[in-house]
């Protein structure tokens, strides 16, 4: 089982910078990708960004070049630092934990959310 916790969200102006963390109750060694998805009111839930367990990372088209998703093995850490927010970057976000074994296959792990809210 691993649990995830996420801090870090909060208000901000257009602009503005927030960084997320996402801290695992194992080895992220053992994780073969982690990453962060967001939710907005009425929308589905979308991947943001990730990081696998070689250190590859990806972001979806509207945070390319304004988030980086870091991780810090050695503390079980995984890190999004959100700069030049936008109004459409509200949403809840997620920390997601992916692991793939060879009888169970994918399982997915998920924190309880934290609100990053841009507005003026």
């Known amino acids: 089982q691993v649990q995830l916790v996420e801090s870090g969200g909060g208000l901000v102006q257009p602009g503005g910078s927030l960084r997320l963390s996402c801290a695992a109750s194992?080895?992220?060694?053992?994780?073969?990708?982690m990453g962060w998805y967001r939710q907005a009111p009425g929308k589905q839930r979308e991947l943001v960004a990730s990081?696998?367990?070689?250190?590859?990372?990806n972001y979806a088209d509207s945070v390319q070049g304004r988030f980086t998703i870091s991780r810090d093995n050695a503390k079980n850490m995984v890190y999004l630092q959100m700069n030049s927010l936008k109004p459409e970057d509200t949403a809840v976000y997620y920390c997601?934990?992916?692991?793939?074994?060879?009888?169970?296959?994918?399982?997915?792990?998920w924190g309880q959310g934290t609100q990053v809210t841009v507005s003026s």
């Open positions: 990081i696998t367990s070689d250190g590859s990372a």
């Open positions: 997601n934990a992916v692991k793939y074994r060879a009888i169970l296959g994918r399982t997915d792990y």
């Open positions: 194992v080895s992220i060694f053992s994780i073969n990708r």
